[in-house]
């Protein structure tokens, strides 16, 4: 079993920055990819970035490749995500997702455990 809070949302002008942070309990965080997901009102949940077991290996959705980045820190059971120039379109409920397996990163329902969510709102 492994838990997962999320923290760092909030609201901010376009061209700023947010840093996500993901607390997860449990022994085997070190064995699960970790990837963020964000849904925004009336929109399916999207798959926004992942990051491998070791965190060498990370994978990005288009919409944020350049200005997110994601990374983990095993020793401290966390994941962040690092949000620069937000736009509008970023607002969203962010979620940290964990899993395992090795294929399909960007399917939502591949993920076995969620967060509860933290809001990002970007202001024009």
């Not at 997860?24 to 992942?50: D, L, Y």
């Not at 990051?51 to 983990?72: E, N, W």
């Amino acid at each position: 079993q492994v838990q997962l809070v999320e923290s760092g949302g909030g609201l901010v002008q376009a061209g700023g920055s947010l840093r996500l942070s993901c607390a997860a309990s449990g022994r085997t965080f070190n064995s699960n990819v970790m990837g963020w997901f964000r849904q925004a009102p009336g929109k399916e949940r999207e798959f926004v970035a992942a990051v491998s077991t070791s965190g060498r290996g990370t994978l990005y959705a288009d919409s944020v490749k350049g200005r997110f980045t994601i990374s983990r820190d095993n020793a401290k059971n966390t994941v962040y995500l690092q949000m620069n120039n937000l736009k509008p379109e970023d607002t969203a409920l962010y979620y940290c997702a964990a899993r395992t397996g090795l294929s399909d990163f960007r399917n939502f329902e591949r993920y076995d455990y969620w967060g509860q969510g933290t809001q990002v709102t970007v202001s024009s």
